[in-house]
């Protein structure tokens, strides 16, 4: 049974930067896609990055609002996926989830593809101050 551990949430100034991790327990993590989604309070979660599995290549995706400014990136051997967050804007504080997709390649962070994702973490708690 796959876990998922976030962690590396915490308070960042307005223009800041802020790396979350995501470490897996419990199986290898080289065949999930996994993705971040983030749900800002009153609002619905919403995709923010994917990364395929090894077998698709890793290939990347992300949601219009963050690209340019998000890197997802994977570290199978140590199980952990990262998501590198510069020029953090207020409006974004939110409850940061990683979630992994074992079944689907390559990965989605479309809504209607959430459902894909069969194990989540827990959450952790990103704070911008303007």
């Known amino acids: 049974q796959l876990q998922l551990v976030e962690s590396g949430g915490g308070l960042v100034q307005a223009g800041g930067s802020l790396r979350l991790s995501c470490v897996a327990s419990?199986?290898?993590?080289?065949?999930?896609?996994i993705a971040w989604f983030r749900q800002i309070p009153g609002k619905e979660r919403e995709g923010q990055a994917c990364?395929?599995?090894?077998?698709?290549?890793?290939?990347?995706y992300y949601a219009d609002s963050v690209t340019g400014r998000f890197t997802i990136s994977r570290d199978n051997a140590k199980k952990t996926v990262y998501l590198q967050m510069k020029s953090r804007e207020p409006a974004e504080t939110a409850i940061y989830y990683c979630?992994?997709?074992?079944?689907?390649?390559?990965?989605?962070?479309?809504?209607?593809?959430?459902?894909?994702?069969?194990?989540w973490g827990q959450g952790t708690q990103v704070t911008v101050s303007s």
């Open positions: 419990g199986s290898p993590l080289d065949y999930y896609g």
């Open positions: 990364i395929s599995s090894r077998g698709n290549g890793g290939s990347t």
């Open positions: 979630a992994a997709d074992g079944r689907h390649d390559p990965c989605s962070i479309e809504r209607e593809h959430m459902s894909r994702y069969d194990y």
